[in-house]
T-cell receptor, first 116, second 112 residues
Framework: AQKVTQAQTEISVVEKEDVTLDCVYE???????LFWYKQPPSGELVFLIR??????QNEISGRYSWNFQKSTSSFNFTITASQVVDSAVYFC?????????????FGSGTRLSIRP | DAEITQSPRHKITETGRQVTLACHQT?????MFWYRQDLGHGLRLIHY???????NKGEVSDGYSVSRSNTEDLPLTLESAASSQTSVYFC???????????FGPGTRLLVL
């Protein structure tokens, strides 16, 4: 089965705290891609990162970092020194192997609220 | 700049009416997708297309249809709108297999 689980439905932290959003995926494919998208209160879906299954290096982009661990089928997202503008719903997604072509399977999302 | 647009952004219709939601992209992407977003379900795939004249059903395709007559457009039609189709609809496009999908701004549809 192909599945993405974001167990944290809602998270609320105070500004400047670090916060980690968990993502666990299931797939039998050896080649796959993982994504994170952000949906701010305005409603659009903003692409954040794409990572392929052969690249387990952690990625850092400013205050954002991603930890990909194939051994635990996880692709967690950390925001360092959170800001109010980070408040959004964050979706983790999986694009399975070529058998599923371009389809993306989304998790149900984590609503992140950053309190001033 | 290349973009993906959806129209209308908001729509109110009545049960039983036919509704068409437009999606237009200027990325020249081969692949286009329609999703619906409902509370507690994340995004669910309705239909998708890998190119002109190609259409495929997603996981929640009942009551919806699409057609792809050119690269830029993938309109989504609700043949006979039902209250269960009240949702936010997103169109997306990508260049190739497993490439990043870029999303339109969404259409909020209310079926009364």
């Amino acid at each position: 089965a192909q599945k993405v689980t974001q167990a944290q439905t809602e998270i609320s932290v105070v500004e400047k705290e670090d916060v980690t959003l968990d993502c666990v995926y299931e797939t039998r494919d050896t080649t796959y891609y993982l994504f994170w998208y952000k949906q701010p209160p305005s409603g659009e879906l903003v692409f954040l990162i794409r990572r392929n299954s052969f690249d387990e290096q952690n990625e850092i982009s400013g205050r954002y970092s991603w930890n990909f661990q194939k051994s635990t089928s996880s692709f967690n997202f950390t925001i360092t020194a959170s800001q109010v503008v980070d408040s959004a719903v964050y979706f983790c997604a999986l694009s399975p192997g070529y058998s599923s072509a371009s389809k993306i399977i989304f998790g149900s999302g984590t609503r992140l609220s950053i309190r001033p | 700049d290349a973009e993906i647009t959806q129209s209308p952004r908001h729509k109110i219709t009545e049960t039983g009416r036919q509704v068409t939601l437009a999606c237009h992209q200027t990325w020249n992407h081969n692949n286009m997708f329609w999703y619906r977003q409902d509370l507690g379900h994340g995004l669910r795939l309705i239909h998708y297309s890998y190119g002109v004249q190609d259409t495929n059903k997603g996981e929640v395709s009942d009551g919806y249809s699409v057609s792809r007559s050119n690269t830029e457009d993938l309109p989504l039609t609700l043949e006979s709108a039902a209250s269960s189709q009240t949702s936010v609809y997103f169109c997306a496009s990508s260049q190739g297999v497993q490439e990043t999908q870029y999303f339109g701004p969404g259409t909020r549809l209310l079926v009364l």
